[in-house]
C-alpha cells in the first residue's frame, strides 16, 4: 500500500511500474491528489483509492488498510523503490515471534544530485550501524515507513484506531512519527520488529541542503517526543540497555557537547589568564600537557583522545558499508554532519512544533 501526496510523476511511476513487475497487488491511497497518480496506478493493475481532503500519512494508511485482506501488508512510500528479491528475503524472516520487517535503506544515486546522495547516503550507513547493534540483541530501533511489512491482524485495527489516528501526548496532538508508533506498538504487543539488512529498499535523495535540513529537523523533533514520552509511560526500559543507552547518548549529546564546550573554555580562559609571558600561545600548548594535572584536565584528556581512538573502529565500519564513491561519501557526510548538529540544537528548543517540513 502506498500512500501518495504532491510526489515527483517520474519517480512514482518508477515506483509502481516496480510493484507491477513483482507481481504483488498494490494500493494507492491519493491524499487529496487525483492525477495523474489515478491513471498511472490503474494502467499498472492496481487499486486507487482518493481522499479529497489533505489528511495526512496516517489518515492514508488508515484508509488504504481498510481495503487489505492478505494475512501480511507492506507499506512504501511513494518515492522509495523495492525488488521483488528483497521482498522474498524480508518475508523469509517472518516466524510466529515477528510482527514486523524492514529492509536496509539506501539513496538512489542521482547525477544531477549527486551531493545530496552522498550525506543522504552518509546518514543511512549511520542508522544501518546503530540499527544493527541494537537489532543483534532484540528489536531495532524503527522500522522506517519508507518500506516495512507488518502482520496485518496485528496493525490494522491499530491504525484504524483513534489512539493512532490522533495521538496526543500531555494533551497536545502529535502529527509526526507515525512508523516508530507503529514500531513500538508491535513491540508492546510482544513482537519483534526485525530489519533484515541484506534486503534493500532505495529511496530518493533530498532535493538540497535546505530540504535535508528539514527532513533532520523532523527526525530529530520526533526523536525527543519519543524519547520524553517513553520515559514518562516507562516503555523504555523493556527496549533492551543498548537502546536505553542510544536513546540517552543521541537525544542528550548536543547538550552535553554545549555543556563540555562551556566548561573546556571557561576552564582555559583561567589558565590562559595567569600566563604572563610573549608567546602566550606556544607556552599554553606546553604548558597544560605538562604543567596542569587537575582532575578536570585528565577528564578532558580521556574524552578527547578516548572519543578520536574510538571513532576509527566507526570509520572503518562506515568505509565498509558504504557502496560507492567512499570518500566522497564520508568527506560530504561530515560536512553535512554540522548542519544535523545546528538542526539537532533548533530541533531540541522547538521539538513541540509539528510541521512536516518536507512537503
Known sequence: MIPVYKEEIDIFEKVIRTLYDTRLEFIVVGD????????????????????????????????????????????????TIIYKDS???MLSVFDESVGGVGPNIRIMYDEKNKYAYYYGEFFERISEIVNRAVNYFGSAIILSGQCVIYR??????YILSKEFLEPKMFGRPI??????????????????????????????????IKMFTKQVTRWTRANYLNFIREIADGSISKRGSLYVFNMIYTNLLPLFT?????????????IYSSINVINTKLLLLLYL?????????????????????????????????IPED??????????????????????????????????
Do not use: C, N
Not at 554540522?338 to 540544537?345: D, E, G, K, T
Open 87 to 89: 521482498i522474498l528475503k
Open 175 to 208: 502529527k509526526i512519527s507515525d512508523d516508530r508508533d507503529l514500531t513500538d506498538f508491535v513491540i508492546k504487543k510482544g513482537y519483534r520488529a526485525v530489519k533484515v539488512f541484506d534486503a534493500v529498499a532505495y529511496t530518493k535523495p533530498p532535493r538540497d
Open 152 to 157: 496485518t491482524e496485528l496493525v490494522k485495527p
Open 258 to 270: 554545549l555543556l563540555f564546550l562551556y566548561m573546556s573554555f571557561t576552564r582555559i580562559l583561567k
Open 32 to 79: 487529496s491528489v487525483l492525477e495523474p497518480y489515478k491513471s498511472i496506478t490503474e494502467r499498472y493493475g492496481g487499486k486507487f483509492i482518493y481522499m479529497r481532503e489533505h489528511k495526512g500519512k496516517r489518515y492514508a494508511l488508515a484508509e488504504g488498510v481498510k481495503y487489505v485482506r492478505s494475512p501480511l501488508v507492506m507499506f512504501l512510500d511513494s518515492d
Open 326 to 359: 567512499k570518500l566522497k561519501t564520508l568527506i560530504y557526510g561530515s560536512i553535512a554532519l554540522a548542519v544535523q548538529y545546528i538542526a539537532s540544537l533548533y530541533a531540541m528548543i522547538t521539538f513541540w512544533w509539528q510541521d512536516w517540513l518536507t512537503r
Open 289 to 321: 600537557p605538562t604543567r596542569y594535572h587537575s582532575d578536570f584536565f585528565i577528564f578532558y584528556l580521556f574524552l578527547h583522545y578516548g572519543g578520536f581512538i574510538a571513532i576509527i573502529p566507526f570509520v572503518m565500519t562506515m568505509i565498509y558499508l
